[in-house]
T-cell receptor, first 113, second 114 residues
């Protein structure tokens, strides 16, 4: 069964600090992995997408890594800002024609001033 | 560019009343369309998806139904709402295939059944 597990479930950090969110998956065969940011009361917005051959992708202060061998991904946020407070969702899609990716439950990040 | 519109943004409905949420996509043709529900503090639950006009797949048995009367229009409905239907509803679209396949979400509808 395809699964995506995210950790930690929630995280509180001070503004300006760095943090790393984790995503482990069992989706196979692997097609791509996306990290989404969901602000409270809004729809998720894609931050990064990574395919099998990519192991690092950056989007501003967000850097995602992928280890396809261990089936792990991380999202590193550098110099956090108050606006980074949100839920971060890891989504993995299998190859082979399935339209439906597998969603993690998300990590809730709160950045305090 | 492609855009997705979802409305209304918030809705308060009494138990037993009907529901109609609408989602439209612009700037693309023959998209895959999806309805998700997100309960407070929970992950996203897929309710319905559609790969073409009139083609609806349901992922979970429930009090809701979906229809796709036009290529870029997806409607979520209920004849009689239950308290358990409260939640945050998200519409999404995607292209059918490709390594960069992924979702673009609407802004969501907060439904409260009272």
């Amino acid at each position: 069964k395809n699964q995506v597990e995210q950790s930690p479930q929630s995280l509180i950090i001070l503004e300006g600090k760095n943090c790393t969110l984790q995503c482990n998956y069992t989706v196979s065969p692997f097609s791509n992995l996306r990290w989404y940011k969901q602000d409270t009361g809004r729809g998720p917005v894609s931050l990064t997408i990574m395919t099998f051959s990519e192991n690092t992708k950056s989007n501003g202060r967000y850097t995602a890594t992928l280890d396809a061998d261990t089936k792990q991904s991380s999202l590193h946020i550098t110099a956090s800002q108050l606006s980074d407070s949100a839920s971060y969702i890891c989504v993995v899609r299998a190859s082979g024609g399935s339209y439906i990716p597998t969603f993690g439950r998300g990590t809730s990040l709160i950045v305090h001033p | 560019s492609q855009t997705i519109h979802q409305w209304p943004a918030t809705l308060v409905q009494p138990v037993g009343s009907p529901l109609s949420l609408e989602c439209t996509v612009e700037g693309t043709s023959n998209p895959n369309l999806y309805w998700y529900r997100q309960a407070a503090g929970r992950g996203l639950q897929l309710l319905f998806y559609s790969v073409g006009i009139g083609q609806i797949s349901s992922e979970v048995p429930q009090n809701l139904s979906a229809s796709r009367p036009q290529d870029r229009q997806f409607i979520l409905s209920s004849k009689k709402l239950l308290l358990s239907d409260s939640g945050f509803y998200l519409c999404a679209w995607s292209i059918a295939a490709g390594p960069s396949y992924g979702y673009t979400f609407g802004s969501g509808t907060r439904l409260t059944v009272v």
